[in-house]
């Protein structure tokens, strides 16, 4: 039985067998429509969301599964004391595979040691968010048709984004891939990032002026000032609108630079870009679901013909 608690459990390899098998539920829907009849997904969130886990609910509907869970930790037996351990005991009764989502760093991984399903992490605290590096991934293949040979600027909160710590394991991984931090000081990425990517002697600069760089990138990453991450509404309010992608930005970029987002995002894209085709972050989404049903396909191990 496999988990995923991290982008590096899949190696390049099943990756894109992965990223195949969604670009196939992409083109043939229908063929995929009952793959996952009388299987069961838990979607077990103690923490907000509405993208993580809409996009598993919907995958699993599109395969023809069954979904249940919670979206609030205060709406489970969390708030009389269970422990994550306990609750994944009694999910793997009822559920053929869970996706979780938890504040504190790790927990996913605890669960998944004490589960007889496959577990998915939906999101642990700032530390990974694999499926939202899975769609990453597959949004840039199939827009830029390459996972290799391109300078990707990161921008915002690159301190708290488990989203961006998750994407730069996983790129690291391809070939000639140079990465621009672009972050106040005080969000720069985490040390013990900067120190791997020293390690394997893989380029990277950061800086602060997202208008400097624009020129350079072939895609730019941007993200959200994670404000449940902070210690104090001062840091927040002085940092939230550091960065805003507006029209103006966007013209010092080159003509086929994309633009993904994880999304919520809250004012670090001015609503203007959307209508730029190089704005790719609304595509993103439905990326986000062909892969999540390339997955639970994958743990489930289920083979369509
Ligand atoms: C991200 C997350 O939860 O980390 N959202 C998501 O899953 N699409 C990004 C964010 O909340 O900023």
Redesign the pocket.
């Known amino acids: 039985m496999r988990h995923l608690m991290s982008p590096l459990d899949f190696s390049v390899e099943e990756l894109e067998e992965l990223f195949q098998l969604a670009d196939d539920i992409e083109k043939n829907p229908a063929k995929y429509a009952h793959a996952c009849a009388g299987k069961k997904l838990a979607t077990c969130f103690y923490e907000p969301?509405t993208?993580?886990r809409l996009s598993f609910e919907a995958a699993m509907l599109n395969l023809g599964g069954s979904i249940f869970g919670f979206s609030d930790a205060n709406s489970s037996s969390a708030a009389k004391g269970e422990s994550v351990s306990d609750t994944i005991r009694i999910i793997s009764c009822y559920a053929d595979i869970c996706a979780m989502r938890h504040p504190k760093e790790g927990a996913p991984m605890v669960a998944a040691s004490r589960s007889t399903i496959p577990v998915i992490n939906a999101?642990d605290g700032g530390h990974q968010?694999p499926t939202?590096t899975l769609t990453d991934l597959l949004t840039i293949r199939a827009i830029k048709g390459r996972l290799n040979n391109f300078t990707i600027g990161l921008c915002g909160d690159l301190k708290f984004?488990?989203?961006v710590h998750s994407l730069i394991n996983a790129l690291v991984r391809y070939s000639n891939i140079n990465f621009i931090f672009i972050s106040p000081d005080e969000l720069r990425v985490p040390e013990y990032i900067t120190e791997m990517l020293r390690e394997k002697n893989i380029s990277f600069q950061e800086v602060t002026r997202l208008e400097d760089v624009m020129p350079e990138l072939d895609i730019l990453y941007m993200?959200?000032v994670?404000k449940e991450r902070f210690f104090n509404e001062e840091d927040y309010v002085r940092l939230k609108d550091f960065y805003i992608l507006n029209k103006e930005k966007m013209e010092l970029a080159k003509d086929d630079m994309i633009v993904l987002h994880?999304?919520?995002r809250v004012n670090e894209i001015s609503v203007e870009v959307d209508d730029d085709p190089r704005a790719v972050y609304f595509r993103q989404v439905q990326y986000g679901v062909y892969v999540r049903m390339a997955l639970l396909l994958t743990l489930l191990e289920i083979k369509v013909e």
């Open positions: 969301s993208r993580t999101g968010h939202q984004g488990r989203t993200t959200r994670q994880p999304l919520p």
